[in-house]
């Protein structure tokens, strides 16, 4: 079946660290790739996605592109701000079936 | 000009009884979803609705009872609440199953925190 596996959180940096957050991805079919970010008590707003492979999907400083060679599609931004601390998912969604496969999720935590 | 919003936010309540959540969102998509975010802040897909249709029903306990008056509007009722609800739960919407957009994105609610005494 489909699934997404992230790296195990949490995640502890220092403010201007480089991040990266990994993500890799089993698929039936051909998916469409994205990161959500939770903030703490609110919902889920998208981050950054990818339709197609080699496409970098990008937002906020953050990046990632879409590796169909390796199923990966990896969180990375260069220097993070105490207001990036959040929950960080990976998910995919296979057209046609319109339901997004979430990775564990990933906390993050960035000192000052 | 809230673009998916839950009522309640909270929700406290005692095992066995019933209690719904409304769910509105307000950017003319076609497509509406719950997903549940349990204790670990795993997330998973309950039901989809296109346009007043049911187009997925992720094996849920059948106390679980989506309804849809209309397309912008999916609401979730739910029989003799158990422990084991007690949960995040989250309705998202996007502009169409029909559509068959590649990357057709989801946007999602505030949640709404369950709580089963």
């Known amino acids: 079946g489909d699934s997404v596996t992230q790296m195990e959180g949490p995640v502890t940096l220092s403010e201007e660290a480089f991040l990266t957050i990994n993500c890799t991805y089993t698929a039936t079919g051909y998916p469409s790739l994205f990161w959500y970010v939770q903030y703490p008590g609110e919902g889920l707003q998208l981050l950054l996605k990818a339709t197609k492979a080699d496409d970098k999907g990008s937002n906020k400083g953050f990046e990632a592109t879409y590796r169909k060679e390796t199923t990966s599609f990896h969180l990375e931004k260069g220097s993070v701000q105490v207001s990036d601390s959040a929950v960080y998912f990976c998910a995919l969604l296979i057209q046609g079936a319109q339901k997004l496969v979430f990775g564990q999720g990933t906390r993050l935590t960035i000192n000052p | 000009d809230t673009a998916v919003s839950q009522t309640p936010k909270y929700l406290v309540t005692q095992m066995g009884n019933d209690k719904s959540i409304k769910c509105e969102q307000n950017?003319?998509?076609?497509?509406m979803y719950w997903y549940k975010q349990d204790s670990k802040k795993f997330l998973k897909i309950m039901f989809s609705?296109?346009?007043?249709?049911?187009?997925i029903n992720e094996t849920v306990p059948n106390r679980f009872s989506p309804k849809s008056p209309d397309k912008a509007h999916l609401n979730l009722h739910i029989n003799s609440l158990e422990l084991g609800d007690s949960a995040v739960y989250f309705c998202?919407?996007?502009?169409?199953?029909?559509?068959?957009?590649?990357?057709?994105?989801?946007?999602f609610g505030p949640g709404t925190r369950l709580t089963v005494l």
């Open positions: 998202a919407s996007s502009q169409g199953w029909k559509r068959q957009r590649r990357g057709d994105t989801q946007y």
């Open positions: 950017l003319g998509h076609d497509t």
């Open positions: 609705y296109n346009n007043k249709e049911l187009i």
